[in-house]
């Protein structure tokens, strides 16, 4: 059973800074290279969207509300992938979830990691 679990959210300022992590388990390394990796988030009220992709091959895909402060990155080693988060904005508040993706394989959910940005 391949689970991912979020951890990094929390309470931050406006301007300031987060990690967020998705490790993931119950899936061999050599699998987990294979797949994209993905962070979406749902703020209140609103659908979940994009927020930053990265492929199997490592490159990147952000939604341009973030393009510049957030960079998503991946440690296939330890089967886990990253976004840092700069210059956060009460805009950026919502829950922030983990995605794993392969054409023609089960996708699969994190349980989300709640981020608010207020002062």
């Known amino acids: 059973q391949v689970q991912l679990v979020e951890s990094g959210g929390g309470l931050v300022q406006p301007g300031g800074s987060l990690r967020l992590s998705c490790a993931a388990s119950g899936i061999p390394f050599n699998f987990y290279s294979l797949r994209n990796m993905g962070w979406y988030r749902q703020a209140p009220g609103k659908q979940r969207e994009l927020v930053a992709v990265i492929s199997s091959g490592s490159s990147t895909t952000y939604a341009d509300s973030v393009k510049g402060r957030f960079t998503i990155s991946r440690d296939n080693a330890k089967k886990t992938v990253y976004l840092q988060m700069n210059r956060l904005a009460p805009e950026d508040t919502a829950v922030y979830y983990c995605?794993?993706?392969?054409?023609?394989?089960?996708?699969?959910w994190g349980q989300g990691t709640q981020v608010t940005v207020s002062s």
């Open positions: 995605n794993s993706q392969r054409v023609g394989f089960t996708a699969y």
